[in-house]
Nanobody
Framework: QVQLVESGGGLVQAGGSLRLSCTAS????????MGWFRQAPGKEREFVAAVSWSGGSTYYGDSVKGRFTISRDNAKNIVLLTMSSLKPEDTAVYYC??????????????WGQGTQVTVSS
């Protein structure tokens, strides 16, 4: 069964760092651009970052540029989101998605169950 599983969320103080992982099973990972989105309570889902299947191209939402880094390890079927200089406004449930088309989840994209990130002030 094809699925995406996120992990690594938690509670961190403002200014701290976290690293999220998305492990993909099945064929979804092969040759697919992967991405991260987040959704805070009462807000719409927001694009965070995406990486091409080769890892050679990355995209970031304006609110996280310079603070978050997306990467992938195709040998392990893992996509990582390294978050630093975290702010309280980064608090949200973070979702992994594939495939991506630029900064948009492709038609029929697969989503993970989400992992909660909470940044305290």
């Amino acid at each position: 069964q094809v699925q995406l599983v996120e992990s690594g969320g938690g509670l961190v103080q403002a200014g701290g760092s976290l690293r999220l992982s998305c492990t993909a099973s099945g064929s979804i990972f092969s040759r697919s651009a992967m991405g991260w989105f987040r959704q805070a309570p009462g807000k719409e889902r927001e694009f965070v970052a995406a990486v091409s299947w080769s890892g050679g191209s990355t995209y970031y939402g304006d609110s996280v540029k310079g603070r978050f880094t997306i990467s992938r390890d195709n040998a392990k079927n893992i996509v990582l989101l390294t978050m630093s200089s975290l702010k309280p406004e980064d608090t949200a449930v973070y979702y992994c998605a594939a495939p991506m088309v630029g900064t948009i989840a492709g038609a029929g994209a697969l989503w993970g169950q989400g992992t909660q990130v909470t940044v305290s002030s």
